[in-house]
């Protein structure tokens, strides 16, 4: 499986220098691709789009993110997840409970709630990002079937301050008015 992961990555690295790259936020929204060898432009499984050309994500982060990637449509398919500035791998997603006939379509809040699917989460720092990934494992790879085709969605959401941090704050600035009324007054 590494060696498979290694070769993906040379390949989709090479690939992802043309790839249509999508700029997202960190607003936590969801953002669909597709996998799909029969129609892809390189033939191999890597995320495609709409126009079936290979698809990155890109953004830049100033502070940390947590980035979720889930399987959607029929469960049981998995993805090797990788950042593109230097072909790193991310990670893989988990392993799916149960594999097909589970389907919840494109309702990727329900997948990532469901064990039943594949799904990771990797948490980012500040930094330059292009992500992308491959099919690592499709539920319908087995001896009966040749498609390996399958939706899935990958989601930014910014890493919140503690709420500890606020009262923090307000703590040291009232600490320091106080501070600063004592100066002033001898």
Not at 11 to 38: K, M, N, R, Y
Not at 116 to 140: D, H, K, M, V
Not at 168 to 175: D, E, H, V
Request: proline residues 4%; glycine residues 10%; aromatic residues 10%.
């Amino acid at each position: 499986m590494i060696k498979k992961s290694v070769l993906a990555a040379a390949l989709l690295s090479a690939i992802c220098t043309q790839a249509e790259a999508i700029t997202i936020t960190a607003d936590g929204a969801w953002h669909a691709f597709d996998v799909d060898p029969s129609v892809s432009s390189s033939g191999y499984a890597e995320w495609i789009d709409l126009n079936n050309d290979t698809l990155s994500f890109d953004f830049s982060l100033s502070g940390s993110a947590i980035l979720k990637v889930v399987d959607a449509g029929f469960a049981g398919d998995r993805f090797a997840v990788f950042n593109g500035v230097g072909s790193l791998l991310l990670g893989p997603t988990s392993s799916p409970v149960n594999n097909y006939p589970v389907n919840v379509g494109t309702d990727f809040n329900a997948a990532f709630a469901d064990t039943n699917y594949s799904r990771g989460e990797f948490l980012l720092g500040p930094g330059n990002y292009q992500i992308f990934g491959y099919l690592l494992e499709s539920a319908l790879d087995d001896s009966n079937s040749a498609i390996d085709a399958t939706v899935g969605a990958i989601s930014l959401t910014a890493v919140p301050l503690p709420a500890a941090a606020g009262l923090y704050a307000a703590g040291a600035g009232l600490l320091g008015l106080v501070s600063r009324r004592r100066k002033s007054t001898r």
